[in-house]
């Protein structure tokens, strides 16, 4: 599985932004994608999540009531829009692809297919 980041880009407090993340390969395989955003000097942490199955999603509390994740199963796309932004938002964002149950993980070790990564940086 191979996954690509797009969407991310400058922005300021308050508005908006969406991120892509677009499979291809064994995109059959894939049972869960998480999105995930790092800052230098931090560990990665996980921002949502979503199922390729049914509807059950996921959020960290940080973004909850801002961010929502959704996907198109046909373009085998997952997206993250990014409402209501926050200078604390600013980050580098990666995708994961699980391919080995359909549940979402809090912990990055446990994806297997990563994505390059977009940065969103907020200004305040």
């Known amino acids: 599985v191979q996954l690509q980041a797009s969407g991310g880009g400058l922005v300021q407090a308050g508005g908006s932004l969406r991120l892509s993340c677009a499979a291809s390969?064994?995109?059959?395989?894939?049972?869960?994608t998480g999105w995930f955003r790092q800052v230098p000097g931090k560990e990665r942490e996980f921002v949502a999540g979503i199922i390729w199955r049914g509807t059950s999603t996921l959020y960290a509390d940080s973004v909850k009531g801002r961010f929502t994740i959704s996907r198109d199963n046909a373009k085998s796309t997952v997206y993250l829009q990014m409402n209501s932004l926050k200078p604390e938002d600013t980050a580098v964002y990666y995708c994961a692809a699980d391919t080995t149950s359909y549940s979402i993980k809090y912990n990055p070790s446990q994806y297997d297919y990563w994505g390059q990564g977009t940065q969103v940086t907020v200004s305040s």
């Open positions: 390969g064994r995109t059959f395989s894939t049972r869960a």
